[in-house]
């Protein structure tokens, strides 16, 4: 079965920092990959997904994230990052139906103002 | 309605109790899961239903737990004799066909306390 691994439990930036949250998943065959966001007191969102096409897809609120089938990695970025930012980050590997739907451990990203 | 529902948004019970958990989905969603998520785990997959199929329950930690969901949309999850390891946030999400293709859209969650 896959698993999926992020490499930072806790992350804290200041304002205006450069952000990159690992994201590795072990999966031999096609993906469909995922970064969920959890703000504080609210519900898990999509933040931005890749199917095909483009590795470098774009989500909301500026974050991006690229696909690199090489390293099985698909890491989030965002190039300057703010305090509304904090948050739950999650990363998840889709390569089914069901329980083929597998979520990261999850990275809190706290930013200080 | 707008969004997935859930409800209650907290349960506090005793050891050995049982307890149910509802979720309902977005309207015309036919695909539905229950995650479970720990303190400091990501989300553990428990149950999967799409639409009349048979449910994925290959998630359920042990058979104290059971799901079902009524006329393809509300869904309930039951924790028999609770114990408190079970204490958790219970996740539902839905999605529109649960293709490997789709987004899942995520309720607000039940935090449930086993004293």
């Known amino acids: 079965a896959q698993s999926v691994s992020q490499h930072n439990h806790h992350v804290i930036l200041s304002e205006a920092a450069s952000l990159e949250l690992g994201c590795n998943y072990s999966?031999?065959?096609?993906?469909?990959l995922f970064w969920y966001v959890q703000y504080p007191g609210q519900h898990l969102q999509l933040l931005l997904k890749?199917?095909?096409?483009?590795?470098l897809v774009k989500g909301i609120k500026g974050f991006e994230a690229e696909f690199i089938k090489s390293k099985f990695s698909f890491n989030l970025r965002k190039p300057s990052v703010q305090w509304s930012d904090t948050a739950e980050y999650f990363c998840?590997?889709?390569?089914?139906?069901?329980?083929?739907?597998?979520f990261g451990p999850g990275t809190r990203l706290s930013v200080l103002p | 309605g707008a969004g997935v529902s859930q409800s209650p948004s907290n349960k506090v019970t005793e050891k050995g109790k049982d307890v149910e958990l509802r979720c309902d989905p977005i309207s015309g969603h036919t695909a539905l899961y229950w995650y479970r998520q720990s303190l400091g785990q990501g989300l553990e997959f428990l149950i999967y239903?799409?639409?009349?199929?048979?449910?994925?329950k290959s998630g359920l930690p042990s058979d104290r737990f059971s799901a079902e969901r009524t006329g393809g949309s509300v869904s309930t999850l039951t924790i028999q004799r609770t114990q408190q390891e079970d204490s958790a946030v219970y996740l539902c999400?839905?999605?529109?066909?649960?293709?490997?293709?789709?987004?899942?859209?995520f309720g607000p969650g039940t935090r449930l306390l086993v004293l």
């Open positions: 239903f799409q639409g009349n199929s048979a449910p994925d």
């Open positions: 999966y031999g065959g096609t993906v469909n």
């Open positions: 890749y199917f095909s096409g483009d590795p």
């Open positions: 999400a839905s999605s529109f066909s649960g293709t490997d293709l789709e987004t899942q859209y």
């Open positions: 998840a590997v889709n390569t089914g139906y069901g329980q083929n739907f597998v």
